[in-house]
T-cell receptor, first 114, second 112 residues
Framework: GAGVSQSPSNKVTEKGKDVELRCDPI?????LYWYRQSLGQGLEFLIY????????KSGLPSDRFSAERTGGSVSTLTIQRTQQEDSAVYLC????????????FGPGTRLTVT | DQQVKQNSPSLSVQEGRISILNCDYT??????FLWYKKYPAEGPTFLIS?????DKNEDGRFTVFLNKSAKHLSLHIVPSQPGDSAVYFC???????????FGSGTKLNVKP
């Protein structure tokens, strides 16, 4: 079956512009996670959704970052007024439920802010 | 403040020998630990996990060891194969699996 997909795969944007990153989880997976990986760093937790609600937003780095999930499926991560330090690979993962530890990751979106 | 640390950024091993990847954590509330493998331009894929109530879990060539008193876990791959060359991340979670903490990864190179 289809895995987690993310779009775009690459995004180059100018500093100050807004960007939207999209994640399509595996069908039937209720839990969805966003991470980012900066150069040479590990995966940094950003936000977690269970269904459409986000009980844990503690990882969002600033109020320029927001995320939503509609219909318990597709999620978008929006970064407003991008800064150069936002450059990273943004990874999305889904799992069958909150109680499931195995996450399935998408290939990521590489964001470059110039 | 990194709660999960992988202090070796890279490891090189000869094919057929054992690969040992290490991970340390600081939060004693973590009760589930995982290893993920990542190839370039792909997302990480789940490899093996261990609950805090165990000290060892084995799956084929892969074994994870957990030392709770030392807050240390390790992944053993034996025998190592060239296809195992990838970046390995360890991760930890509390009981509700709503937040995972990842290390910075160890790049394993298995030489033929």
């Amino acid at each position: 079956g289809a895995g987690v997909s993310q779009s775009p795969s690459n995004k180059v944007t100018e500093k100050g512009k807004d960007v939207e990153l999209r994640c399509d989880p595996i069908s039937g997976h209720t839990a969805l996670y966003w991470y980012r990986q900066s150069l040479g760093q590990g995966l940094e937790f950003l936000i977690y959704f269970q269904g459409n609600s986000a009980p844990d937003k503690s990882g969002l780095p600033s109020d320029r970052f927001s995320a939503e999930r509609t219909g318990g499926s597709v999620s978008t991560l929006t970064i407003q007024r991008t800064q150069q330090e936002d450059s990273a690979v943004y990874l999305c993962a889904s799992s069958f439920s909150q109680g499931s530890y195995e996450q399935y990751f998408g290939p990521g979106t590489r964001l470059t802010v110039t | 403040d990194q709660q999960v640390k992988q202090n070796s950024p890279s490891l090189s091993v000869q094919e057929g020998r054992i690969s040992i990847l290490n991970c340390d954590y600081t939060n004693s509330m973590f009760d589930y630990f995982l290893w993920y493998k990542k190839y370039p331009a792909e997302g990480p894929t789940f490899l093996i996990s261990i609950s805090s109530i165990k000290d060892k879990n084995e799956d084929g060539r892969f074994t994870v060891f957990l030392n709770k008193s030392a807050k240390h876990l390790s992944l053993h791959i034996v025998p190592s194969q060239p296809g195992d060359s990838a970046v390995y991340f360890c991760a930890a979670s509390g009981p509700h699996f709503n937040k995972f903490y990842f290390g910075s990864g160890t790049k394993l190179n298995v030489k033929p």
